[in-house]
């Protein structure tokens, strides 16, 4: 065989265009005696928009917020079942359920964001791309 490495690349990273945008301004600023200075400035800005990558990290983040609010739940079903088991630490345990629960509606509610965030990349994406969208209703 060669006496070359070949590399396993695990992640691919292309390289993609940037637009460019060229704009310039021209600034006038008195200088209280009746003078007028103008000053030209140039701005290059780039802007790339990669909505399959926003719509990705929106789906990451959504599937964190469903496992923050399923082990949130089980953490308040534990504690529930502590505040049985253990009655003389009863009112700790049915504390601690009750922020569990809370911890675990926030994640759902999170996950709930995250999903209307997503399907908000994916229509920005059609929309870039040219595809239509048909409402009936």
């Known amino acids: 065989m060669s006496e070359e ?3 396993h690349h695990l992640f691919h ?3 993609k265009p940037e637009e460019e945008a060229v704009y310039s301004e021209t600034t006038y600023a008195g200088d209280g005696y009746g003078g007028v200075a ?12 990669d909505y399959a ?15 923050e609010a399923a082990a949130a739940g089980a953490f308040a079903l534990h504690e529930k079942h502590k505040a049985k088991k253990d009655p003389e630490h009863a009112h700790r ?3 601690e359920e009750e922020i569990a629960a809370a911890a675990a ?6 996950a709930f964001h995250e999903h209307h965030e997503k399907k ?8 870039a791309h040219g595809k239509k969208h048909h409402h009936l209703f």
């Open 105 to 110: 509606v926030g994640g759902a509610g999170y």
């Open 53 to 67: 990558k926003e719509e990705k990290h929106h789906k990451h983040m959504e599937h964190l917020g469903e496992v």
């Open 38 to 49: 103008a000053e030209e400035t140039t701005v290059i800005a780039t802007e790339t928009e």
């Open 120 to 127: 908000e990349a994916k229509e920005e994406d059609e929309e």
């Open 13 to 15: 990273h292309k390289e």
């Open 5 to 7: 490495k070949h590399h």
């Open 93 to 95: 345990h049915k504390i």
